[in-house]
């Protein structure tokens, strides 16, 4: 990857306009050692790397689809995410194959409208699971219709249900998603996208039994996660921070967070080595029982108290604080 510095859009959309305005000269003969190489998927990094979670949010999604699909059509079935893509969302819907179950959804509080696409053959094998038969024959069959059978849109709507469920559930963490289907399609020239040229995020969900293996992909236009970025990525220190450069609020907030291993001891012993030698299965080591129990956390002992039961748990009741 060129780690190689290049412009921003802002002096982009400057220097276009002087080219356009001949402020600029423009060497006509393109002399090739003036030229140089520029890996493009630098833009895409830079973009995904503003958004880290999503990858974690698309692990657990596909854990989740997973499962409910195992649990649905009793097939040994893997899901898996595959690498997310940076295209242009005319480019992504005009790769779909046809027929396909495209479903257009309005999922909020993302912007716009975003796509989650079945391919006719997925649909096909799980119309053969779904209904008892040897799931993966009429998949393997090249499809030369253009329409998808009515069995294969229930399918299609089932898995879509399912594929929302999961993905609602893995990001409830950190968003809550509300989703609503605005339409459905099989042909992709029937569907109606944004803006041309307009970027997108491409989230393919690899699924596989066996040796047959197909794909769900979710399309989301990439300006549709402009407003989630400080959810979903590393926040700028200036957001995450007071004014003032106030950190202590900020580690404030966030150690409220941090788990800590707490332990109720109720007594100890010394030992010699000699005792701890002769030790065996069925061996009792004596104790005498306490009235109090020592609370410690993370090593360190913090308070006193009375063991007992609440709701039908062991508890601890805090009698003395220590160390704070």
Same mark, same amino acid.
């Given at each position: 990857?060129?780690?190689?510095?290049?412009?921003?859009?802002?002096?982009?959309?400057?220097?276009?306009?002087?080219?356009?305005?001949?402020?600029?000269?423009?060497?006509?003969?393109?002399?090739?050692?003036?030229?140089?190489?520029?890996?493009?998927?630098?833009?895409?990094?830079?973009?995904?790397?503003?958004?880290?979670?999503?990858?974690?949010? !698309?692990?657990?999604?596909?854990?989740?689809?997973?499962?409910?699909?195992?649990?649905?059509?009793? %097939?040994? *079935?893997?899901?898996?995410?595959?690498?997310?893509?940076?295209?242009?969302?005319?480019?992504?819907?005009?790769?779909?194959?046809?027929?396909?179950?495209?479903? *257009?959804?309005?999922?909020?509080?993302?912007?716009?409208?975003?796509?989650?696409?079945?391919?006719?053959?997925?649909?096909?094998?799980?119309?053969?699971?779904?209904?008892?038969?040897?799931?993966?024959?009429?998949?393997?069959?090249?499809?030369?219709?253009?329409?998808?059978?009515?069995?294969?849109?229930?399918?299609?709507?089932?898995?879509?249900?399912?594929?929302?469920?999961?993905?609602?559930?893995?990001?409830?963490?950190?968003?809550?998603?509300?989703?609503?289907?605005?339409?459905?399609?099989?042909?992709?020239?029937?569907?109606?996208?944004?803006?041309?040229?307009?970027?997108?995020?491409?989230?393919?969900?690899?699924?596989? %039994?066996?040796?047959?293996?197909?794909?769900?992909?979710?399309?989301?236009?990439?300006?549709?996660?402009?407003?989630?970025?400080?959810?979903?990525?590393?926040?700028?220190?200036?957001?995450?921070?007071?004014?003032?450069? !106030?950190?202590?609020?900020?580690?404030?907030?966030?150690?409220?967070?941090?788990?800590?291993?707490?332990?109720?001891?109720?007594?100890?012993?010394?030992?010699?080595?000699?005792?701890?030698?002769?030790?065996?299965?069925?061996?009792?080591?004596?104790?005498?029982?306490?009235?109090?129990?020592?609370?410690?956390?993370?090593?360190?002992?913090?308070?006193?108290?009375?063991?007992?039961?609440?709701?039908?748990?062991?508890?601890?009741? %805090?009698?003395?604080?220590? !160390?704070?």
């Amino acid at each position: 990857m060129s780690t190689r510095e290049v412009l921003s859009e802002s002096e982009l959309d400057a220097l276009m306009d002087s080219v356009s305005s001949g402020d600029v000269d423009i060497d006509e003969g393109g002399s090739e050692q003036n030229s140089q190489p520029f890996d493009f998927s630098t833009r895409k990094q830079v973009l995904l790397a503003q958004m880290p979670a999503l990858e974690t949010l !698309n692990e657990k999604h596909s854990l989740a689809f997973t499962q409910t699909i195992r649990e649905l059509f009793k %097939v040994p *079935v893997e899901v898996e995410i595959g690498d997310i893509q940076l295209t242009k969302l005319d480019e992504a819907i005009g790769r779909i194959s046809e027929p396909s179950g495209i479903n *257009v959804l309005n999922i909020a509080p993302l912007r716009g409208a975003s796509f989650v696409v079945l391919p006719g053959d997925l649909l096909s094998f799980f119309v053969d699971g779904y209904f008892g038969g040897t799931p993966g024959n009429a998949a393997r069959e090249q499809l030369t219709r253009i329409n998808l059978t009515p069995t294969e849109r229930r399918i299609n709507d089932l898995l879509l249900e399912k594929f929302l469920h999961t993905l609602v559930a893995a990001w409830v963490d950190k968003i809550a998603l509300s989703t609503e289907i605005a339409s459905f399609e099989t042909n992709p020239d029937f569907v109606q996208v944004g803006s041309p040229g307009e970027q997108a995020l491409l989230f393919p969900f690899v699924i596989q %039994v066996g040796e047959w293996k197909s794909a769900i992909d979710w399309i989301v236009p990439y300006a549709a996660f402009e407003p989630l970025r400080p959810k979903l990525g590393s926040p700028a220190v200036s957001s995450t921070i007071e004014p003032g450069n !106030n950190w202590e609020g900020f580690f404030r907030r966030e150690l409220l967070s941090i788990e800590l291993e707490v332990q109720g001891v109720f007594t100890t012993r010394n030992v010699s080595i000699a005792e701890v030698l002769s030790l065996k299965q069925g061996s009792i080591v004596p104790l005498k029982m306490p009235s109090e129990v020592s609370v410690w956390i993370e090593g360190q002992l913090i308070s006193n108290g009375e063991h007992g039961a609440l709701n039908g748990n062991k508890s601890i009741k %805090v009698m003395e604080a220590l !160390n704070r």
